[in-house]
């Protein structure tokens, strides 16, 4: 019986992150940074009203999809919106190559690294403030807990290290593997208000609520795929239109898990759409989050 109720209250263990959506004021440069810098490919676009959406990836998974939208403002580092997309590396011998791609790139902004604990990260800021982490995991088996949460932290990581260990000059197939999205990590402006829809409404599960500023949660024992904190926009009000984040995608396996999401939904009374393989609504700061079935086609990314 208590397996039955959490499946209600709570995402699939297998949900995962899908490919986030940035709006962009120059499609070309930011396609081109993102080439350079982390080795995405385009894999198809299309053109609707003055906008061009243009899908990224790596090795047939898709990680990013830009819209070219002429005319917002800028991305404001004081509202709610993104904090980081971070991208997820299998091996370090991969996520050093990654590294230091993104770190030759005059474009690039290197912003920081850290040792997690449960990862290590990288920390980037792209052409048009955008926040970026490349990481790894380390295995769950050397993940801890600590006063009944996961246990994480912010220790040092020294960058020219790492890539002195982890970098293979001789071998260029590191950057050839694949990547994915990890987690995505937002700015919000209460905590109360986005447990309230991304633990309870959504589903995910918290996984650390003690780091001062933010709340960390996941499906199925992750350290966390989202992320929330309001280091830079505590009391933040709804969005404006701008550059920046334009949607955060989760994929849940089967169609009851979006029945189940759309019934806690409903249940909170937050306004949603079903199209049949996809659920779309928005956070309380304007955010898009679109939870679909897995195998949706880059038609279907294009179009949402």
Not at 159 to 176: F, I, K, N, T
Not at 261 to 278: N, V
Request: aromatic share 6%.
């Amino acid at each position: 019986m208590s397996e039955i109720l959490d499946a209600v209250r709570t995402l699939s263990p297998a949900a995962a992150m899908d490919a986030v959506t940035l709006h962009v004021g120059d499609l070309e440069l930011m396609s081109d940074y993102y080439g350079t810098a982390l080795a995405l490919t385009p894999v198809e676009e299309a053109t609707r009203g003055r906008q061009v959406h243009r899908v990224l990836g790596r090795e047939g998974i898709t990680m990013l999809r830009l819209i070219h939208t002429p005319g917002l403002p800028p991305v404001n580092p004081r509202e709610a919106g993104l904090f980081h997309t971070a991208f997820l590396f299998e091996t370090p011998g991969a996520l050093a190559a990654t590294v230091q791609r993104a770190a030759t790139d005059p474009r690039s902004r290197f912003v920081g690294s850290a040792d997690h604990l449960v990862s290590e990260a990288f920390y980037f800021t792209d052409p048009e403030g955008n926040g970026i982490e490349l990481y790894r995991d380390r295995p769950r088996s050397q993940w801890s807990r600590r006063n009944g949460e996961l246990a994480m932290d912010n220790l040092p990581l020294h960058p020219g290290e790492y890539l002195q260990q982890h970098l293979d000059q001789e071998d260029a197939s590191v950057l050839r593997a694949a990547g994915s999205v990890g987690h995505v990590h937002l700015q919000v402006g209460d905590l109360e208000r986005a447990r309230s829809f991304y633990v309870d409404a959504l589903g995910f599960e918290t996984t650390v609520s003690s780091y001062p500023g933010a709340l960390f949660a996941a499906a199925g024992g992750y350290h966390h795929h989202v992320a929330m904190n309001t280091w830079n926009s505590r009391d933040a009000g709804p969005r404006a239109a701008r550059l920046g984040l334009g949607d955060v995608a989760i994929t849940v396996p089967h169609r009851e898990d979006l029945d189940a999401l759309s019934a806690r939904l409903r249940g909170q009374g937050i306004t949603h759409d079903d199209d049949g393989r996809r659920i779309s609504t928005r956070d309380p700061w304007g955010t898009q989050v679109t939870v679909a079935l897995p195998g949706s086609t880059v038609d279907e990314l294009l179009a949402r």
